[in-house]
């Protein structure tokens, strides 16, 4: 109760109002759960360090998990219990961050034309598909290039293996176009027939210096 005191930072609001208390080699530590829908993650925060209000760790976490604007929404509260009846409760609820974002005070509104920074499009895109659904996994463009990767190369491999193992006649034909940037491609395809179905695969596209008119 005594740390609790010091926890107005509007960050408390998206996890358990009373952490767990843990021991570990005699350490003692608060373990702050995250209420986002289907999200497991903790922040344990030691209390023996110098940081141990420090909420650097809690705010990375609600960036990535609810949304940059829903974060720059809590900042504009007054204290963590107003986030977490506006905020979190409304995203909790039905998904809406609407009255997060309500106009406060009287001041002039502004606005900005700038170009968004590459830092603030990376946010702002995992907003705009978090907004809520702040439990969503979005993978990063590695994984993603990883992925898609792996699955043409599991693919590649079942298409050999169907076309070795054929037993009939293998059809094969070509196709060639320009495309509107004037750069030519000529395609491969196999043609076949499995279980009385009629299937075509793309086995190669290359590029080619010109693509010649047909007489």
């Not at 997060?100 to 702002?124: D, L, N, P, V, W």
């Amino acid at each position: 109760e005594q740390f609790m005191k010091d926890w107005i930072s509007p960050v408390y609001a998206f996890f358990d109002p009373i952490p767990k208390i843990v021991e570990e080699n005699g350490r003692q530590a608060h373990v702050f759960k995250c209420q986002g829908k289907g999200c497991k993650t903790t922040v344990k925060r030691y209390l023996d360090k110098g940081d141990a209000r420090s909420t650097g760790n809690m705010r990375k976490h609600v960036r990535s998990c609810w949304g940059e604007e829903v974060l720059r929404a809590a900042d504009e509260a007054k204290d963590a219990n107003e986030v977490r009846k506006k905020i979190v409760g409304s995203v909790l609820r039905n998904g809406s961050i609407t009255a997060s974002f309500e106009r406060k005070g009287k001041g002039k509104i502004t606005y900005s034309h700038r170009q968004h920074t590459k830092a603030e499009t990376k946010y702002g895109f995992q907003s705009l598909m978090k907004t809520g659904r702040p439990e969503y996994y979005i993978p990063s463009k590695s994984t993603v290039s990883r992925d898609v990767r792996l699955v043409f190369a599991r693919t590649r491999q079942r298409i050999a293996k169907m076309m070795k193992e054929y037993a009939g006649r293998l059809n094969f034909s070509t196709d060639a176009w320009t495309s509107p940037n004037h750069r030519a491609f000529v395609a491969v395809l196999v043609h076949l027939e499995h279980n009385g179905v009629p299937l075509c695969f793309p086995l190669d596209v290359v590029e080619v210096p010109k693509v010649g008119k047909s007489l």
